[in-house]
């Protein structure tokens, strides 16, 4: 199936550094969905991005949809220790019928 | 109260037993969906259902089936359990009428064992 290219697949920070992840594909997506999961739960909403170009942000997270409709990113500035956790990207593909593709996920760890 | 709600949230079982999870959901949405979660491999869709009448294979639909009761819950089973089903299963929902705004909302999740 199509799969999602999510990096870095871990990061290990230190408390106020800025982070950076990104997805990539070679289809083009009409979505693209940011995920946070924490231990023992399921992931949770954090952006979701409509249009190319599109720029949203929530709070520290900032988050694009690439121009290419094949990308996104996830900035989160100032990062805290209830940073951590796992991030997903999930992208809805064109004419996948609303079904998401995730990626593998990028695992965050954030040193006080 | 909980949006998606998932029982049991943990479960231990033996192989060659059936199974069956259970997902309800509050937020009126029409559609719920079945994933699977395992380390390094993200989440993989297992089944999905428009409607209570629709029901659709996923991508790793094999050894299980699922019920769509009613508009808010949607249970998975397991009929003959086996150990390379020990993962974290995820039950979500999404809403046909936000039409290109669709996404999907999770549940807390079940994690299975199976010995």
């Known amino acids: 199936g199509q799969q999602l290219n999510q990096s870095p697949q871990s990061m290990f920070i230190q408390e106020g550094e800025d982070v950076s992840m990104n997805c990539t594909s070679s289809s083009i997506f009409n979505t693209w969905l940011w995920y946070k999961q924490d231990p023992g739960e399921g992931p949770v909403l954090l952006i979701a991005l409509y249009k190319a170009g599109e720029l949203t942000s929530n709070g520290r997270l900032t988050a694009q949809f690439g121009i290419t409709r094949k990308d996104s990113f996830l900035n989160i500035s100032a990062s805290i220790p209830s940073d951590v956790g796992i991030y997903f990207c999930a992208g809805q593909l064109r004419g996948s019928n609303y079904k998401l593709t995730f990626g593998k996920g990028t695992l965050l760890t954030v040193n006080p | 109260d909980a949006d998606v709600t998932q029982t049991p949230r943990n479960r231990i079982t033996k192989t060659g037993k059936r199974i069956m999870l259970e997902c309800s959901q509050t937020k009126g949405h029409d559609r719920m969906y079945w994933y699977r979660q395992d380390p390094g491999l993200g989440l993989r869709l297992i089944y999905y259902?428009?409607?209570?009448?629709?029901?659709n294979k996923g991508e790793i639909s094999d050894g299980y089936s699922v019920s769509r009761q009613a508009q808010a819950k949607f249970s998975l089973s397991l009929e003959s359990a086996i150990p390379n089903q020990t993962a974290l299963y995820f039950c979500a929902t999404s809403d046909s009428l936000a039409g290109a705004l669709d996404t999907q909302y999770f549940g807390p999740g079940t994690r299975l064992t199976v010995l």
């Open positions: 259902s428009f409607d209570v009448k629709d029901i």
